[in-house]
């Protein structure tokens, strides 16, 4: 039978006194997002579910019938302002940060190592078994993440664009035939939306338990706590730990 483990009075009182300044110093968080980033990234995420639901009565003539002319009008207006807000504040954005773009492109083009494949394989089941499953370590945006996140940042491009078409047609310019093509361009823009954004919104909004509290990350003080960050970014987490440079203390 084992005796357990003997430790000194010394080794005992230095490590409750190491517990005391932990405590005291408070918890440590990582920074993750900037503020300009979770503003970016909320106006962007109002415009778009505004759009997506105006666009509904907009371009389908069932629902238009439903409210009226001077109502699907009113709708289309919005539609177009809300537009330019959805394509202004990410252009503006990065131009006031464009170190921040080449970032995030960074992460998005990264090579996928063994770790981002095997993570890739346990997603699903990891979902509903988390207890039971050992997910491999990721960086700072997972392998699944560089996916989703790229095909949005494709869809919003897209449905910008378009848009941007569809607004000047009839006005500035007449693509004649070619409008057809655009419309069907920007219709397929808002499918894409439709299904990468709510899987981004169901994972982000933490409804699975593994990604309860990361809501937080963009509504919150943009920080992630230590075990947090380890749990789901642990590359990323163990280079900011060392480097000591966006770490506080909470």
Same mark, same amino acid.
Request: hydrophobic share 50%; with cysteine.
């Given at each position: 039978?084992s ?11 230095s490590?409750? !006194?190491f517990?005391?300044?932990?405590a005291?110093a408070?918890?440590?968080?990582i920074?993750? +997002?900037?503020?300009?980033? *979770?503003?970016? +990234?909320?106006?962007?995420i109002?415009? /778009?579910l505004l759009? /997506?639901?105006?666009g =509904? ?5 069932? $629902?238009?019938q439903? $409210?009226?002319a001077? @109502?699907?009008f009113t709708?289309?207006?919005? +539609?177009? %302002?809300?537009g330019a807000?959805? %394509? $202004?504040v990410?252009?503006i ?5 464009p170190?921040g773009?080449? &970032?995030?492109?960074?992460n998005?083009?990264?090579?996928w190592?063994?770790d981002?494949?095997?993570?890739m394989? =346990? ?5 509903f078994?988390?207890?039971?499953? &050992?997910m491999?370590?990721q960086?700072?945006?997972?392998s699944g993440q560089r996916?989703a996140?790229?095909? $949005?940042w494709?869809?919003? @491009? ?7 078409l =569809?607004?000047?047609?009839g006005?500035?310019? !007449?693509f004649?035939? @070619?409008?057809?093509v655009?419309?069907?361009?920007h219709? =397929?823009?808002f499918?894409?939306i439709?299904v990468?954004?709510l @899987? +981004?919104?169901?994972l ?5 338990q593994p990604y309860?509290?990361?809501? *937080?990350?963009m509504?919150? !003080?943009?920080?992630?706590s230590?075990? !947090?960050?380890?749990?789901h970014?642990? &590359? ?6 060392e480097?000591g440079k966006?770490?506080i203390?909470?």
């Amino acid at each position: 039978m084992s005796k357990g483990v003997s430790v000194s009075p010394q080794d005992w009182a230095s490590d409750q !006194d190491f517990l005391r300044r932990e405590a005291v110093a408070g918890e440590r968080r990582i920074k993750r +997002h900037s503020r300009q980033t *979770r503003w970016t +990234h909320g106006i962007t995420i109002v415009c /778009c579910l505004l759009l /997506c639901v105006s666009g =509904l009565f907009v371009f389908v003539p069932a $629902l238009g019938q439903v $409210l009226g002319a001077q @109502a699907v009008f009113t709708i289309r207006m919005s +539609h177009r %302002v809300i537009g330019a807000v959805f %394509v $202004l504040v990410p252009l503006i954005s990065a131009i006031m940060a464009p170190k921040g773009v080449a &970032h995030v492109f960074k992460n998005l083009f990264a090579k996928w190592n063994s770790d981002d494949k095997k993570w890739m394989l =346990l997603f699903f089941p990891y979902l509903f078994m988390a207890k039971w499953i &050992h997910m491999p370590d990721q960086d700072e945006v997972k392998s699944g993440q560089r996916f989703a996140d790229g095909m $949005l940042w494709v869809a919003g @491009a897209l449905m910008g664009v378009t848009g941007v078409l =569809l607004v000047l047609n009839g006005w500035l310019v !007449d693509f004649g035939g @070619a409008s057809g093509v655009i419309l069907w361009l920007h219709d =397929l823009g808002f499918l894409l939306i439709a299904v990468f954004g709510l @899987a +981004h919104i169901f994972l982000g909004a933490g409804i699975f338990q593994p990604y309860r509290g990361t809501i *937080r990350l963009m509504f919150g !003080d943009g920080t992630v706590s230590e075990s !947090d960050a380890l749990y789901h970014w642990g &590359h990323w987490a163990r280079k900011e730990l060392e480097s000591g440079k966006n770490v506080i203390r909470k």
